[in-house]
């Protein structure tokens, strides 16, 4: 008999109705390959006494879960049934001819997640996985990856302090500054490194002033001696934000600290950041990261295929390599979805496979929307810079583009109305409310409104393909 489980909105009887729910929570924060790829083969068994039982269809599903989605899931069904709620694995492992001969049963093997070990003083938040060893290097990263080494071997103690890398989605910005981390606390496994995007650190400052505990949340990155922040870009308009990071900054940089930082453009770019970030972060070196040339994505690719212990072809890497040139991001995610579907299908891993693959990515890749992408197109289109779409103005022009870029931010991503207000400017959630509110009114009784978010949808659908 399963337990009723009773959550804030629901009462769920049944664990593929709870699994359901963790589904939708679990959607709006992987990609939708992601989601199709790992979640949907997912099934569940059952429920009792808190622990929620799921089946995966193949040992490398559970190492790539276990290790990838570990956290996600357990937070989920903590959030959907309780924070008892404990997670188990139920793996179908096909037999072998001479297992047959003996049974005609599929093994099963339960499998707990791994939660016994230590913990740390603090979580630092680096993804063990992203090391120097599996960082490809190529003509595109020299200076960025030389740096990075320098950095790793002292940290603070170089001119490289900040190192500020730059460049677009999915090139490897992520994994390179994570690797220094990592490096760091094999060479010192003392110091105090934390990584975090810059978005978290928003929400955490927000968080901290609605329980007066700003004063802490101050000193805690204080006392760190190395801080990574992803994605500085999303600071900007962000100003009580950008004034408690530029405190942050001196103390660190005054105490000799290491500071590391990530965006997709370089700092004279950032042009909603206060300019004394700006002269700040120019302080120590600017490193980009350029896409990776033919060469370089198939040496990604065959790293990438003996890391999952793939025995993939050299004509179908660089097939791979040749069609998929945007990002070192969908190389991986091409080379998972076609053992995916190799696994799944009980099928070898050939050319047509791999064209097959491919082609799913690529319509995977026009539903790549965000809440950036739709900002860049509705300034384009009314004519604004980005930066204005954030500032307190009540211009007319600028208050309907933030309206509508609000409206469409709701309607075409998973973002929550807390995200997208942080994104336009760190407003509420409530005044989301009022802007799509404001937007579908007009559509209903304007047949021009309803025409111009019908474009912008069009635009926005056709600049992410």
């Not at 989605?69 to 069904?77: H, Q």
């Not at 997670?87 to 997640?113: F, G, H, R």
């Not at 042009?271 to 040339?293: N, V």
Request: charged share 25%; aromatic share 8%; net charge neutral.
């Amino acid at each position: 008999m399963i337990d009723t489980i009773f959550t804030e909105n629901h009462t769920i009887q049944e664990p593929n109705l709870i699994w359901r729910e963790c589904l939708k929570t679990i959607k709006e924060n992987v990609t939708l390959m992601t989601y199709n790829t790992w979640f949907v083969p997912i099934k569940p068994i059952e429920l009792k006494n808190s622990v929620l039982k799921i089946q995966l269809p193949s040992r490398f599903f559970w190492e790539w879960i276990d290790e990838h989605y570990n956290t996600l899931i357990t937070k989920t069904i903590h959030e959907i049934i309780g924070p008892e709620a404990k997670l188990a694995y139920v793996i179908i492992d096909v037999p072998t001819a001479e297992e047959n001969n003996k049974t005609q049963e599929p093994k099963q093997q339960i499998k707990a997640p791994e939660d016994q070990k230590p913990k740390p003083e603090f979580e630092t938040f680096l993804n063990p996985r992203y090391t120097f060893e599996n960082f490809i290097k190529g003509e595109g990263n020299q200076l960025a990856r030389a740096a990075a080494g320098a950095i790793s071997d002292n940290p603070g103690g170089t001119s490289f302090n900040p190192l500020f890398v730059y460049g677009g989605v999915g090139l490897g910005k992520t994994h390179l500054i994570q690797a220094i981390g990592n490096k760091i606390l094999q060479n010192y496994p003392d110091k105090k490194v934390i990584y975090l995007s810059a978005d978290i650190f928003t929400i955490e400052f927000v968080e901290a002033i609605q329980t007066n505990r700003l004063n802490d949340f101050s000193q805690f990155y204080r006392k760190m001696d190395v801080l990574i922040i992803d994605d500085i870009q999303f600071l900007m308009g962000k100003e009580k934000t950008q004034d408690l990071f530029f405190q942050i900054f001196n103390t660190l940089h005054q105490s000799r600290k290491q500071i590391i930082l990530s965006s997709d453009k370089p700092p004279k770019d950032l042009k909603g950041l206060d300019e004394r970030l700006i002269s700040r972060f120019q302080w120590g070196l600017t490193a980009d990261i350029q896409p990776p040339d033919l060469e370089t994505r198939i040496a990604i690719l065959k790293r990438k295929a003996e890391d999952y212990g793939m025995n993939v072809l050299g004509d179908i890497l660089e097939y791979i390599a040749t069609n998929i040139t945007s990002n070192i991001r969908e190389l991986e995610g091409c080379l998972i979805k076609l053992l995916a579907n190799a696994s799944l299908n009980s099928k070898e891993i050939n050319l047509e496979l791999a064209k097959k693959t491919v082609k799913e990515i690529a319509t995977d890749r026009k539903v790549n929307i965000n809440i950036e992408s739709i900002t860049k197109v509705i300034c384009d289109y009314f004519k604004i810079d980005e930066n204005k779409i954030r500032d307190k103005t009540r211009k007319k022009e600028i208050v309907m583009a933030r309206q509508v870029a609000m409206y469409l931010s709701k309607e075409m991503t998973k973002s929550s109305l807390k995200t997208i207000g942080l994104h336009f400017g760190g407003r509420d959630h409530a005044t989301v409310i009022h802007s799509c509110s404001t937007i579908e009114n007009l559509k209903q009784s304007d047949t021009y409104y309803k025409d111009l978010i019908e474009t912008l949808r069009s635009n926005i659908e056709l600049n992410c393909s």
